[in-house]
């Protein structure tokens, strides 16, 4: 596995590589959940860049850009050992310059939900991903459904910008008993993660009155909030593929959201349904 860090070498030795490029772009501290959307690269593409790189422009004042988890060593082994061909770990100043030409998540897809928690998080993200998406120029690029609106947006990015990338979408990745995998699990102690587990648990709840054909958006999310008692809910949404808001599910076409802070972690989840 090579691993470059200089954006111009990396440009310049992608210049030789022949056939379809998957791109897997991370924050590290890789996980199963990392480990699937690598898998699929794999099985489509033929060759496969993974790229870690905590991004400052997405953390807000007071987030946990500085103690983000990190564990360089095992990441390069877990790459290696998934078959990686090529993984790109820049520094802050690869990637930044002093006085940044910026891009901004649109005001309403961006601003809301994720965005209404963390504002200007979006607008970071897709700095990122097209910064990245420009050096690396994938054929394919692969995202976690776990992360259902940045997906949304970088999705409706690559369609407006009009660029020629394929965005895959990769189902979420959870723990037997139900917990969905994320770097920042490592921060949660025995009983935070015990507590935890409302998150998926509200979910498949959710999913058990869908099949029971209870559809009312209201119903569903008031007893979604019943599970999540007493952790601080910052969402539960209810929305279709478009991230439009919806009072009544339609299967095959909606989402059902939860954000919930548990200790001092935030903890993202979704049901695709
Ligand atoms: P991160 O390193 O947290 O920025 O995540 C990198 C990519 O992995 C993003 O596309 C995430 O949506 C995806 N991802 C994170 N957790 C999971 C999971 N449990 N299952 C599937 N994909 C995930």
């Given amino acids: 596995m090579k691993i470059i860090s200089d954006v111009l070498e990396l440009k310049t030795y992608l210049k030789e590589q022949k056939g379809k490029v998957g791109f897997v772009p991370t924050m590290g501290a890789l996980h199963d959940g990392h480990l699937s959307l690598i898998k699929r690269a794999k099985e489509e593409s033929e060759f496969v ?32 050992v998934a078959g990686v061909d ?6 802050i100043e690869d990637i930044y310059g ?20 963390r504002p200007g998080h ?6 990122v991903v097209n910064k ?10 692969y995202f976690g459904k776990k992360d259902a609106q940045q997906l949304n947006l970088i999705t409706l990015m690559v369609k407006q910008l009009f660029m020629d990338i394929t965005i895959v979408p990769v189902d979420t990745v959870r723990e037997s008993d139900g917990l969905a995998l994320s770097s920042r699990n490592i921060y949660l102690s025995k009983d935070e993660r015990v507590e935890a587990l409302k998150i998926s648990k509200s979910l498949h709840e959710a999913s058990i009155l ?6 009312e958006a209201e119903l569903i999310m008031e007893k979604m909030l019943e599970i999540l008692q007493p952790l601080d809910v910052g969402y539960v949404a209810i929305l279709d ?5 919806i009072k009544s599910v339609e299967i095959g076409k909606s989402v059902i959201l939860v954000e919930a802070l548990v ?10 349904i």
């Fill in 49 to 80: 860049i993974v790229s870690i790189f905590v991004n400052p422009t997405q953390f807000l004042a007071g987030e946990d850009f500085d103690k983000y988890p990190s564990r360089d060593e095992a990441d390069k082994k877990i790459c290696e």
């Fill in 86 to 91: 090529l993984l790109f770990l820049p520094q």
């Fill in 98 to 117: 002093r006085d940044e030409v910026s891009l901004s998540a649109p005001n309403i897809r961006g601003y809301v939900l994720e965005g209404a928690t």
């Fill in 122 to 127: 979006f607008s970071g993200v897709l700095t």
């Fill in 132 to 141: 990245l998406f420009n050096i690396v120029n994938p054929d394919l690029a």
């Fill in 210 to 215: 869908v099949s029971k054909n209870i559809l």
């Fill in 241 to 245: 593929r478009e991230f439009n808001f």
């Fill in 263 to 272: 200790g001092d972690t935030r903890l993202l989840d979704n049901i695709w």
